[in-house]
């Protein structure tokens, strides 16, 4: 074995290994979130009284002890863990496109407006958005990417229509708020995105994407 290969190292040693090795970024993301750490030092502390009620007889106050913290238990795993990671789930991805299907503006246009018309504003609003991401696509405004996210579809419209900047920011935001966090659209955010898709189709674009397919024809 070569002399400079560590064999086991010392206390201090191990501890700072394991300091550096828990700083990286993968760690740093798997942490968990706030609510999830509550919810389970809630049921650690739990735990510990069911086990400390094992050594105080079986008296009527122990069972009511035992029986509210049984209760607590459960309400916490049955009501509370699933919402929390439902909305663990949903915060995971704020992708435009949720498939591989790649379907054009107009099929994301009318898929709006048919829901629009049953007053279905969640979808209608995400529709909109996903057709103004799609034309700008089909434009050659900017390339064909399945990940891209709603924000870096907005910051990538906003840089060829800097005019509308300020309503694309914001219905790239309302996309995230709607599908991917917990706020309802109305009517006036479906109206306001239709009257923003209209203006894109209409404006030149002030420049192309410099990551544009090469051999591609000039936006328009």
Do not use: C
């Not at 496109?97 to 629009?116: P, Q, Y």
């Not at 434009?139 to 891209?148: H, L, M």
């Amino acid at each position: 074995m070569p002399g400079d290969v560590p064999v086991e190292p010392d206390a201090d040693q191990a501890r700072d290994w394991a300091r550096e090795e828990l700083a990286g970024r993968i760690y740093e993301e798997a942490k968990p979130g706030l609510a999830e750490r509550v919810l389970q030092s809630v049921l650690d502390w739990l735990g510990d009284v069911l086990n400390g009620l094992g050594g105080l007889g079986t008296g009527p106050g122990v069972l009511i002890l035992a029986a509210t913290a049984v209760v607590l238990i459960a309400v916490l795993v049955l009501v509370v863990r699933p919402r929390l990671n439902a909305k663990a789930k949903k915060k995971k991805t704020s992708e435009v496109f949720g498939s591989d299907l790649v379907e054009t503006a107009n099929d994301h246009r009318a898929r709006a407006d048919e829901a629009a018309s049953e007053q279905r504003w969640d979808t209608a609003v995400a529709e909109r958005f996903r057709a103004m991401v799609r034309s700008a696509e089909e434009r050659v405004i900017f390339e064909v990417r399945p990940a891209r996210t709603a924000a870096e579809a907005a910051t990538s419209l906003s840089g060829a229509f800097p005019g509308s900047g300020t309503d694309i920011a914001w219905l790239g935001h309302r996309f995230d708020e709607i599908l991917y966090g917990d706020k309802a659209a109305r009517a006036s955010d479906y109206q306001r995105a239709v009257e923003l898709d209209s203006t894109l189709m209409h404006t030149r674009p002030a420049m192309a994407d410099s990551a544009s397919l090469p051999g591609m024809a000039v936006p328009r």
